[in-house]
């Protein structure tokens, strides 16, 4: 996406719609003096919508705009899987606390792993285990899907939540 924005005098168009830097438009003009009044500036001319008649451009530095765009596509790839471990003899209250964890982690765009571990003979009823996914499939109604079922791995079940 950076590789494709148009600066200065790779821009073809004859006219444009300049932006300022203050992001007050100046009209359109002919690209000519649109570079001039950029170079005035010790600014670049930035193509920033090259699908409309004219084309929209504004004046800015190019370096600090391109670091910003790249800032951007690496915060909206990063979605972290955030996991909350629990037990099958846990309380209401407990899971209540953990619910809540799990919620909050779902609300700033986070996948959230439930993580149930058996000790000992506890594997010999997973069934119970299975039941406390089901309240917390019940706690958490609303903007979240179950993007993996509870399942038996080992001396563990686990489930993933993500945010709709």
Do not use: W
């Not at 193509?47 to 504004?58: D, F, M, Y």
């Not at 979605?79 to 037990?87: A, F, L, Q």
């Not at 009823?125 to 039941?131: L, S, T």
């Amino acid at each position: 996406m950076i590789k494709d924005i148009k600066v200065n005098e790779q821009i073809r168009a004859k006219e444009v719609r300049l932006i300022d830097v203050d992001g007050s438009q100046l009209g359109i003009v002919p690209i000519n003096e649109a570079l001039k009044i950029a170079e005035n500036r010790e600014l670049d001319l930035v193509e920033v919508a090259p699908n409309v008649s004219p084309p929209v451009c504004k004046i800015l530095d190019f370096g600090k705009y391109r670091y910003q765009l790249s800032k951007k596509q690496t915060q909206r790839k990063t979605i972290d899987v955030k996991e909350v471990k629990i037990r099958p003899q846990i309380t209401d209250n407990d899971l209540g606390l953990k619910v809540k964890s799990i919620r909050r982690f779902l609300d700033e765009g986070n996948k959230a792993k439930v993580t149930m571990y058996f000790r000992g003979r506890e594997i010999i009823r997973p069934e119970i285990g299975m039941k406390v996914f089901e309240k917390i499939g019940q706690l958490l109604t609303g903007k979240f899907n179950i993007e993996q079922m509870p399942r038996l791995e080992g001396n563990h079940i686990t489930m993933v939540i993500a945010p709709k």
